[in-house]
């Protein structure tokens, strides 16, 4: 069972939504699809599920084509980050409805039915309808009735989005799970890369219609092919400075200058883009580290971590610190950098030379 997208592009009214992509889904695999708000995650979807037919290229499901089959003959489900349910139904009669509208029988609809309100512990809920149940059991109501179809595709569009931080911890704890239960194809579209990192499997990261990376998602997140892709799976956004290596050596914008093999000793002489992700710079001195002079522009306390955000000789960077920090707008600091934590660009973007630490992980 494979889903793959043969140079599949959506143009509409003249602008790109998808620019040309091939990528390839396996049975049994979780498929992330990362990026930020309109980086084309929705529509992707919507073109692997037959809901749109693309303006180029083909859809292959397990060898054939299937750019022009309407939805309702293809075996996809889809979840949205609303909760689809109909509220006059009880949660069996919601997950039932797909299994009758393919006209199955009564006994096998009810054995499949419970098995999935079993596999999403709603057997206590199973006679009451969807306005007496709680947010995080409206969406595996959902889940459920998308699973029951046994379908071969799993389209999960932001499908924790709405719910409060601790129904979210709970239902990405589960979604690999049942993943892991069913063998279809999932594919989980999120603009949270801790949720990438959490559900593991595999991750391509969207950035303006286009796909930068598919890979292993500890691969796509630790050895990112280029800065987009860096800037995509980091969160707040990845921070960039300009560098030059000549001989031995690298200077960093106008400051500071270190030996070249404490960062990228085998790339060549010239102009680089170093970036290092916001919880890899500190306020505290740490020896051996990389120091540059900035002022604050603003601090977010998060309860156990603050962001700081600073202005480094124009350059606007973002750091994650642990603890509360009490910083004053235009105050002078210093911030910190393990050389270990950088990553070399080139100037056309591509990754020149991943961080030592990601390389070690």
């Given at each position: ?9 959506m ?7 998808i ?9 049994g ?6 990026g930020p ?6 529509t992707?979807?919507r ?47 919601n ?15 009810d ?61 990405r ?8 239960r ?12 801790e ?23 500890p ?13 995509v799976?980091?969160d ?7 560098v ?31 970036g ?12 051996g ?51 270990r ?6 100037t ?14």
């Amino acid at each position: 069972m494979t889903l793959m997208l043969d140079n599949v592009s959506m143009v509409v009214g003249g602008r790109s939504h998808i620019y040309p992509t091939d990528l390839t889904l396996e049975k049994g695999t979780m498929n992330v699809l990362l990026g930020p708000t309109l980086a084309g995650k929705t529509t992707l979807m919507r073109l692997m599920a037959g809901l749109d037919k693309p303006s180029t290229g083909r859809v292959i499901w397990n060898g054939a084509d299937v750019t022009g089959q309407r939805v309702q003959d293809r075996k996809v489900s889809m979840v949205y980050q609303q909760f689809i349910n109909y509220p006059s139904m009880t949660v069996y009669d919601n997950i039932a409805s797909p299994l009758r509208l393919m006209g199955l029988s009564r006994d096998e609809i009810d054995a499949r039915v419970r098995e999935a309100a079993e596999l999403m512990q709603l057997m206590p809920q199973i006679d009451r309808k969807p306005l007496e149940l709680s947010g995080g059991q409206q969406q595996r109501c959902a889940l459920a009735r998308a699973l029951v179809k046994n379908a071969g595709l799993v389209l999960l569009d932001e499908p924790l989005a709405n719910l409060d931080y601790k129904l979210r911890e709970e239902l990405r704890a589960e979604i690999p799970r049942i993943f892991e239960r069913s063998g279809s194809i999932f594919v989980y579209a999120t603009t949270e890369p801790e949720e990438a990192l959490l559900l593991g499997g595999n991750c391509a990261t969207l950035w303006e219609g286009r796909v930068t990376q598919f890979g292993p998602t500890p691969t796509v997140y630790r050895r990112p092919a280029d800065a987009t892709t860096a800037r995509v799976f980091s969160d707040p956004p990845m921070n960039f400075i300009e560098v030059r290596k000549s001989g031995g050596h690298f200077r960093f914008g106008s400051g500071e200058e270190i030996d070249a093999s404490r960062i990228g000793a085998d790339v060549a002489d010239g102009t680089y883009t170093a970036g290092f992700r916001p919880n890899h710079l500190r306020l505290d001195p740490i020896e051996g580290a990389l120091s540059f002079d900035a002022r604050v522009g603003v601090t977010e306390i998060t309860g156990s971590e603050t962001f700081v955000h600073v202005d480094h000789d124009g350059m606007r960077w973002v750091g994650l610190v642990h603890g509360v920090r009490h910083l004053d707008p235009g105050q002078p600091v210093t911030v910190y950098l393990r050389p270990r934590h950088v990553y070399l660009f080139k100037t056309d973007g591509a990754l020149a030379q991943p961080a030592a630490y990601a390389e070690a992980a």
